[in-house]
């Protein structure tokens, strides 16, 4: 039963342009989002998150919206970077108990 | 620490026996995760700890997987008779406030 769904498993964007990364959810209890970028070889690192109470969160280059109606999320990242090639996780967390459910990821490469 | 630290960082097992792993969660941080990332994977839930209540092992794939929590910091993950399928990236994560998880670099257990 996957309740978080990143259904691109990868995504190529020029250097410069937007990149936008989707996230589904089916659990209507979840209140909090979270955006976790992984390279290879290390842990995933934290990104952006954003709470149910709101619809849009932006942190320099990143932007989390929210579109709790549609139980969809998505990640912009303007400009896109070489350095931000990876694998991007979409992660929920609410109802019973306190632990993250992560997407699969979506593999994200930025062409210079 | 300055952050999550696991080891060993690699592990290569023959199929029926027992591994441990351990992960040293950063100082402070009352919650600890377990994660797992197989090939291709997103990540999977195995069990939390959360101060001094008992462990969600809601994730725990079987019997064979257990995990300790000693005083509140260390823990170890530990996987009886393994088989192959437990190859994968085991990744633990610690947490202040159950929103932000921090995550060490993982162990790559292989099972031959």
């Known amino acids: 039963d996957q309740q978080v769904k990143q259904n691109s498993p990868s995504l190529s964007v020029q250097e410069g342009r937007i990149s936008i990364l989707n996230c589904d959810y089916t659990n209507s209890m979840f209140d909090y989002f979270l955006w976790y970028k992984k390279y290879p070889a290390e842990g995933p690192t934290f990104l952006i998150s954003i709470s149910s109470i709101k619809d849009k969160n932006e942190d320099g280059r990143f932007t989390v919206f929210l579109n709790k109606s549609a139980k969809h999320l998505s990640l912009h990242i303007v400009p896109s970077q070489p350095g931000d090639s990876a694998v991007y996780f979409c992660?929920?967390?609410?109802?019973?108990?306190?632990?993250?459910?992560f997407g699969a990821g979506t593999i994200l490469r930025v062409k210079s | 620490g300055a952050g999550v630290s696991q080891s060993p960082s690699n592990k290569v097992t023959e199929k029926g026996k027992d591994v441990e792993l351990r992960c040293d969660p950063i100082s402070g941080h009352t919650a600890l995760y377990w994660y797992r990332q197989s090939l291709g994977q997103g990540l999977e839930f195995l069990i939390y700890?959360?101060?001094?209540?008992?462990?969600?092992k809601s994730g725990l794939p079987s019997d064979r997987f257990s995990a300790e929590r000693t005083g509140g910091s260390v823990s170890t993950l530990t996987i009886q008779r393994t088989q192959q399928e437990d190859s994968a990236v085991y990744l633990c994560a610690s947490s202040l406030s159950g929103e932000k998880l921090f995550f060490g670099s993982g162990t790559q257990l292989s099972v031959l």
């Open positions: 992660a929920a967390r609410g109802g019973y108990g306190n632990k993250l459910v």
């Open positions: 700890f959360q101060g001094n209540s008992a462990p969600d």
